[in-house]
């Protein structure tokens, strides 16, 4: 079993930053990828980013590609997301989730998943 808490989100102006954590506890958190999804109102879950379990691949939707960063440090068992140049279709909540395979990461088939995280973004 494998515990999340997402936290960081908050309200932000067009072109801001925020950094978003994931903070995992329960079994060995380096023997999972990592994924972040986001869900604006009215609308399906969709991928955002993805890390496989050690760190040396990263996977980006087309929509943040370029402004959003994945990383994680296995030693705190912590995934995190950078997200810059923030735009007001980034308004959501969003998910960090866990998963034991390393493959196939974009697809929302995840085992575990935190609570969620508010974004906003005004314009």
């Known amino acids: 079993q494998v515990q999340l808490v997402d936290s960081g989100g908050g309200l932000v102006q067009a072109g801001g930053s925020l950094r978003l954590s994931c903070a995992a506890s329960g079994r060995t958190f380096s023997s999972y990828a990592m994924g972040w999804f986001r869900q604006a109102p009215g609308k399906e879950r969709e991928f955002v980013a993805a890390i496989n379990w050690i760190g040396s691949r990263t996977y980006y939707a087309d929509s943040v590609k370029g402004r959003f960063t994945i990383s994680r440090d296995n030693a705190k068992s912590t995934v995190y997301l950078q997200m810059n140049s923030l735009k007001p279709e980034d308004t959501a909540v969003y998910y960090c989730?866990?998963?034991?395979?390393?493959?196939?990461?974009?697809?929302?088939?995840?085992?575990?998943w935190g609570q969620g995280t508010q974004v906003t973004v005004s314009s």
């Open positions: 989730a866990a998963v034991l395979r390393n493959y196939n990461l974009i697809s929302p088939e995840y085992d575990y």
